[in-house]
């Protein structure tokens, strides 16, 4: 009897084994893409960090760096929603460049406020996602057909609104949209030694040694670390929001009797995802701040992530994405989402010109060109699949910060631009032979 009791333990602690080790790999699955992502982020900073003698990882550097990746974010963001629903737009850089003209040209030849500016910026943008829209949806012509016509004659007349000459600059409010930084509250900017800075050397003398060898290397400048209160008091807020709604979606899962990770597991992975939120906003906080380029993506990537992941509009675009004619069939309007989401694309747009000529602070000539292809890049290599269907927001900003991280990089080895191409290029190709590997697997 003792024995018969023994091998049914046996048995229930062996299929409670195969049970928690089947949950982890089917999440494991599920999240593999962006798990590799991430950590293929973290390695890309990591070896440029040590190609750069510790110069690429300086709170300097990064901060730049995702000043820099802003632009490309945002076209990647609505990049993302058009690839999933089964077009590409080739425009957006010759639309962006565009945009930042007029937006120029309404400020430094009419005297137009920000605020008005901006409005106007995102209007066209607005209207211009209308036009590609009319022709995809309504006149059949292929996306790839109409945005390339575009990209084709909004460069041509970005040279004729601006007569061949730079435009700027800008009015210092529309300028700090590229270039300004979320202000600190109790301390003062790290380009100074600021007042909690000045406080702890006055209460404990000179740093000690590893406190000096941290904070004398080439990742800060000066004796004592700069921080802005307001980066970390968002960084705080965002993790916070983060656990909350990771918790909220697990009891929810819990409740429909769907499958959910081991606690302890569960545990780990918001840990980590907390700890690179912390280290992100905190890089900044050592620096000059958050800029407010940089919030505006994240709020963008916020708002987006919901509409993709729990509307019915962006249920929709993965349905066309995924099988059109099922996507009739069950009766989705599929001129009117494909209207919604190449405005959504133009506004968009819209916000990288003013992003782009306000940290510029001018409009030139050339400003957007190839910016296209940088955002079907990084949208391509956040995960989004070039056949539809497939792909996250998430993912997207990601994919944003490995393209700025491999031009960063490379430029501070000084890696010919020739090289630079070819990387970029190959880094593109093999993302899309994975995403094609991955759907002949699957």
Request: proline share 3%; charged share 10%.
């Amino acid at each position: 009897m003792s024995l018969i009791k023994e091998n049914t333990l046996r048995n229930i602690s062996i299929e409670k084994k195969s049970t928690f080790n089947e949950l982890v790999l089917n999440s494991f699955k599920k999240n593999l893409r962006q798990y590799t992502m991430v950590i293929a982020l973290l390695v890309i900073w990591l070896t440029f960090t040590y190609l750069t003698g510790s110069l690429f990882l300086s709170p300097r550097n990064l901060s730049n760096l995702f000043l820099q990746s802003a632009t490309i974010g945002v076209l990647a963001i609505g990049m993302t929603m058009v690839l999933v629903a089964g077009h590409l737009d080739l425009s957006v850089g010759s639309v962006a460049g565009f945009i930042g003209a007029a937006a120029a040209i309404l400020q430094v030849n009419y005297n137009w406020p920000t605020i008005p500016t901006v409005l106007a910026a995102l209007a066209i943008g607005a209207v211009v996602g209308i036009w590609h829209g009319f022709w995809v949806a309504h006149q059949k012509i292929p996306a790839f057909i109409v945005t390339l016509a575009s990209m084709i004659a909004f460069r041509g007349a970005i040279l004729g609104i601006t007569d061949g000459r730079t435009i700027g600059p800008m009015d210092d409010s529309f300028k700090s949209i590229g270039q300004g930084y979320i202000p600190s509250l109790l301390f003062t900017p790290a380009t100074q030694l600021d007042n909690l800075g000045q406080v702890v050397k006055n209460s404990f003398g000179d740093p000690v040694t590893g406190y000096k060898f941290l904070f004398n290397s080439k990742f800060y400048e000066g004796d004592i670390p700069p921080v802005n209160d307001m980066s970390l008091f968002v960084a705080a807020l965002c993790i916070g929001i983060f656990l909350y709604t990771q918790v909220k979606q697990r009891k929810s899962r819990m409740t429909y009797g769907f499958e959910v990770l081991p606690l302890s597991l569960e545990i780990l992975r918001l840990t980590f995802f907390s700890v690179i939120i912390a280290a992100f906003f905190s890089i900044m906080a050592f620096y000059m701040g958050i800029p407010y380029a940089v919030l505006i993506v994240f709020v963008l990537g916020v708002i987006f992530s919901i509409v993709t992941s729990n509307t019915v509009f962006g249920r929709h675009l993965y349905a066309m994405g995924g099988n059109l004619e099922a996507a009739k069939l069950s009766g989705i309007n599929i001129k009117k989402r494909t209207m919604g989401v190449f405005i959504l694309m133009g506004s968009l747009a819209g916000v990288a010109g003013i992003i782009l000529t306000a940290r510029l602070n001018a409009a030139t000539t050339s400003a957007g060109q190839n910016l296209e292809l940088d955002a079907i890049s990084a949208a391509i290599i956040g995960g989004t699949s070039t056949m539809g269907g497939v792909g996250t927001i998430f993912g997207a900003i990601i994919g944003a910060l490995v393209m700025a991280s491999l031009d960063n990089g490379m430029s501070l080895m000084n890696l010919d631009v020739t090289w630079q191409y070819i990387v970029k290029g190959s880094i593109l190709l093999l993302a899309v032979w994975v995403d094609i590997s991955s759907r002949k697997k699957s």
